[in-house]
């Protein structure tokens, strides 16, 4: 079983739809939990990060952790083709480890 | 500006031809990393360096080695390439180690092998 899993997709969706992207997660240690945006041969930029279960919003985007069910999502309203990309769920496992590890990555396409 | 900046962006070797990859930095990071990324895949982490300390991950194949003559600079090397080593080459830079410390990526170099 991998240590974090993520519906690859591809998800494809119309301009101004809500997107729900989701990962789960098995080991309780992780407690730092992040959302990064992947381009098209790009590098990963960060989009979101938090710590506690609960939600966090920025502008159209909201992370919610359930660290009791072991469940994060990222959700988008008013979606925009220029977000379409690859969203990739990243965790850190408490502790000065330096490792983060992330899940698959889910492939978003959003149509105009 | 870009701060994380990876050169070159495509690079394509021969089986067997040692290639040099490179990372330079303006953050002033104490930390750079190496993944590898393979086609959707998730990142995966080859080792760090915290300044001159370098730390491996345990599965990552003695063919990949990595130096960072300076804080700025950081390059990974593949001795002897195969196919399955063809991937996207990402470095990336924090602040410090730690589990709060935010990641900063550059735009990575994909690497062909033939």
């Known amino acids: 079983q991998k240590e974090v899993e993520q519906d690859p997709g591809p998800l494809s969706v119309p301009e101004g739809a809500i997107v729900s992207l989701n990962c789960t997660y098995s080991n309780s240690a992780f407690q730092y939990f992040m959302w990064y945006r992947q381009y098209s041969r790009k590098g990963p930029e960060l989009l979101m990060y938090t710590y506690s279960s609960g939600n966090k919003e920025d502008g159209r985007f909201t992370a919610q952790v359930d660290k009791s069910s072991k469940y994060i999502s990222l959700f988008i309203r008013d979606s925009q083709p220029s977000d379409s990309a690859t969203y990739l769920c990243a965790m850190f496992i408490s502790g000065n480890t330096g490792k983060l590890i992330f899940g698959q990555g889910t492939t978003l396409q959003v149509k105009p | 500006d870009a701060m994380v900046i990876q050169n070159p962006r495509y690079q394509v070797t021969q089986f067997g031809k040692p290639v040099t990859l490179s990372c330079s930095q303006t953050l002033n990071h104490n930390v750079m990393y190496w993944y590898q990324q393979k086609s959707s895949q998730a990142p995966k982490l080859l080792f760090h360096y915290y300044d001159k300390d370098f730390n491996n991950e345990a599965d990552t194949p003695d063919n990949f080695q990595s130096r960072r003559p300076n804080t700025s600079f950081c390059f990974l090397d593949i001795r002897s390439p195969g196919l399955g080593d063809a991937a996207m080459y990402l470095c990336?830079?924090?602040?410090?180690?730690?589990?709060?410390?935010?990641?900063?990526f550059g735009s990575g170099t994909q690497l062909s092998v033939l």
């Open positions: 990336a830079t924090s602040r410090d180690l730690g589990a709060n410390e935010k990641l900063f």
